[in-house]
């Protein structure tokens, strides 16, 4: 077992940033985290592929937001940082490209603070906040986006946390209502109908470890779609992971059990 490098109480409970740490072979997180992550790896052995093609897919749709004139991006659900974060490669293609990242783990963001630090041209910032707290975010972020200019809205491997009793889609469509036409939603979710036995078990044995407001919901590609209800999907569509829009190098693999999309507000 890796040592980790937190030194505060450890918690009772497994927390999903500090879980996917883990998975993506970090160092900062806890016994509980790690317990969690393994079993459920076990139970299921794409999460760790899966976890890494999300961050590829990241990176990939971050540089099309670039390419089509997007300069602000709003990431909810930093988790710890770790290679090609959404400023690295918006700043890379845009120097001028201000963020906020956002998460409700108080050591997630001081994590962000000292690491995700923006080149001179553009700008980072980072809110503490739940992605249910749609008006503490948006109010937060107003003071380095301007929400009238379009905005790169990062939901990546976040909405699972929210259960459908607390409709993770009507928070989607209020954050997106407050920015410009032009905006782009960037999506990614674990899905119920790839590999379901195997998805079905991991996040049982995830869920038994983590608080009730930190447990994970797979969905269908019809749920996962209807995140994009009213905005124009960008081809090729609400698809697994390695399948957007693949670099030369990707190789091509639909028994990773997510999906994604991006889309445009008109």
């Not at 948006?138 to 990546?156: C, I, K, T, Y």
């Not at 469509?173 to 674990?190: I, K, T, Y």
């Amino acid at each position: 077992m890796n040592e980790n490098t937190l030194s505060a109480p450890h918690p009772a409970n497994a927390h999903p940033a500090r879980v996917y740490n883990v998975w993506l072979g970090g160092k900062d997180h806890y016994p509980v985290d790690q317990e969690a992550a393994e079993l459920a790896a076990r139970a299921n052995p794409t999460i760790v592929p899966s976890v890494r093609a999300n961050r590829a897919f990241l990176g990939r749709a971050v540089r099309h937001l670039a390419g089509v004139g997007v300069r602000q991006f709003l990431d909810i659900g930093t988790g710890i940082p770790a290679a090609a974060n959404t400023h690295e490669v918006a700043q890379q293609a845009a120097p001028e490209s201000r963020v906020v990242y956002v998460d409700n783990d108080p050591i997630v963001l001081s994590h962000a603070r000292a690491l995700l630090v923006s080149g001179p041209e553009g700008q980072t910032d980072y809110v503490q906040a739940d992605v249910r707290d749609v008006e503490t975010i948006l109010e937060s972020a107003s003071r380095n986006l301007d929400l009238d200019q379009p905005v790169g809205l990062m939901l990546v491997a976040v909405l699972q946390y929210i259960k459908d009793a607390e409709d993770p889609w009507d928070i989607t469509r209020r954050l997106l209502d407050r920015l410009a036409p032009g905006s782009h939603l960037v999506l990614s979710h674990p899905a119920a109908d790839v590999t379901a036995p195997e998805v079905a078990e991991s996040m049982r044995i995830y869920n038994e470890r983590a608080a009730d407001h930190a447990s994970a919901t797979p969905r269908t590609h019809a749920e996962v779609q209807r995140f994009c209800d009213g905005l124009e999907i960008l081809e090729p569509g609400v698809i697994t992971l390695t399948r957007w829009r693949p670099g030369p190098s990707d190789i091509p693999d639909d028994t990773l059990p997510m999906w994604c999309a991006v889309a445009r507000k008109a």
